[in-house]
Structure formats: C-alpha cells, structure tokens
C-alpha cells in the first residue's frame, strides 16, 4: 500500500458515507464543540441561519444537520473528532495532515487546525 493510498480509500469511505442528505448526528458533539468555542445555542443557531430549536434538536440528537450546515461548523472550528466521533475525526486529522505534507512538503508555517479545516471543506465541497 502506497503513502496516500489509505487517505484515499478513506476518502472514498467518507464520500459513500456522506452521501446521504442529512449527516448522521450521533457522531457529532455539539456539547464539546460548543464549550470549547465557549457558545450558547442561541449563538451557534444565529451562527448556522437557524432557529435555536434546531440546534436544540442538534444536540439532543433528534434532528440531523443538513450537509451545508455541517460545512459552517467545520468554518466554526468543529474539530474532526467532535464531527466525526474520536476514533474516526483522528484518522481523518491525520490523513489530512498527510495529504497536505505529501503536496506542499512543509507545514512548518502552515497552522495544523488549518490545515484540517481547509481539508474537512474540501472535502466536503467535494460531495
């Protein structure tokens, strides 16, 4: 297996995944992405363009997020892991980091969250 063969079959793995019109919730955690951006729901909904219920229905996980809502989390800073759940978001984290290492060579001036978060969009953008 080649250097970037499993970010690719990763990819394709989380296209397939994606696929559906509405994210699945139970993987996101809106309660640590919210206490680590230090955000209300009120915020967070005038954040995405939507009523406070809905991210209520968010969190509780009895609702889905529609794809270009999660892309304005991923904009907020959701990290992988609160996107994706641990163990997914960190093959995700590092798979980025290592496509982005094997195009560019260097992240030495690049921030490592930046990276991720212009990965995750591009990713997403791709669906």
């Known amino acids: 297996m080649k250097k970037n063969d499993f970010f690719f079959i990763f990819i394709e793995f989380l296209l397939k995944f994606l696929k559906k019109e509405v994210f699945i919730v139970s993987k996101i955690d809106f309660l640590s992405f919210m206490n680590r951006q230090k955000i209300s729901q009120t915020e967070l909904a005038e954040a995405l363009g939507v009523h406070q219920s809905a991210v209520s229905q968010y ?15 991923v904009d907020l800073g959701i990290t992988p892991e609160e996107l994706f759940g641990e163990a997914m978001g960190k093959k995700m984290r590092e798979a980025i980091i290592k496509d982005y290492l094997s195009k560019s060579g260097d992240a030495i001036n690049q921030n490592p969250f930046e990276i991720v978060k212009e990965g995750l969009i591009e990713i997403l953008r791709k669906i």
């Not at 889905?64 to 809502?69: A, I, N, R």
């Open 59 to 73: 969190v509780s996980g009895k609702s889905g997020v529609v794809f270009d809502k999660v892309e304005k989390l």
